[in-house]
């Protein structure tokens, strides 16, 4: 079970950090990412990070702005939004893949298909 937290209203070129909370498994043996959504468009991949936070990936749109990072002891990912805009506005997603102790990089996981577990998802609205 993923559940999101820390989305809220910020205004343009504030920061946020999101939580995804895991439960369940080993989230040691987990690929983690976030993805994003709004009405009518396809959901989007922003960032994933390895079983073991050594590697991680950002797409384009945010890299620089947002950092994926994660805590194993805690069983929880992070989302760390800065320079947001007010085209980042959307629901945020937590999902998780099973991967074992893999030496696969992290950007090879960006797909919605390739992610198993979802969160609730999280809303984010950055006010111009």
């Known amino acids: 079970q993923l559940v999101e937290s820390g989305g809220g209203l910020v205004q343009a070129g504030g920061s946020v950090r999101l939580s995804c909370a895991a439960s369940?498994?080993?989230?040691?043996?987990?690929?983690m990412a976030w993805f994003r959504q709004v009405p009518g468009k396809e959901r989007e991949f922003i960032a994933s990070?390895?079983?073991?936070?050594?590697?991680?990936y950002h797409s384009d749109s945010v890299k620089g702005r947002f950092t994926i990072s994660r805590d194993n002891a805690e069983n929880t990912v992070y989302l760390q939004m800065n320079s947001l805009k007010p085209e980042d506005t959307a629901v945020y997603y937590c999902?998780?893949?099973?991967?074992?102790?893999?030496?696969?990089?992290?950007?090879?996981?960006?797909?919605?298909?390739?992610?198993?577990?979802w969160g609730q998802g999280t809303q984010v609205t950055v006010s111009s």
């Open positions: 990070i390895k079983w073991s936070g050594s590697d991680t």
């Open positions: 999902a998780a893949r099973e991967t074992g102790r893999t030496l696969i990089g992290a950007n090879y996981y960006r797909r919605v298909s390739d992610f198993g577990s």
């Open positions: 369940g498994g080993t989230f040691r043996n987990y690929c």
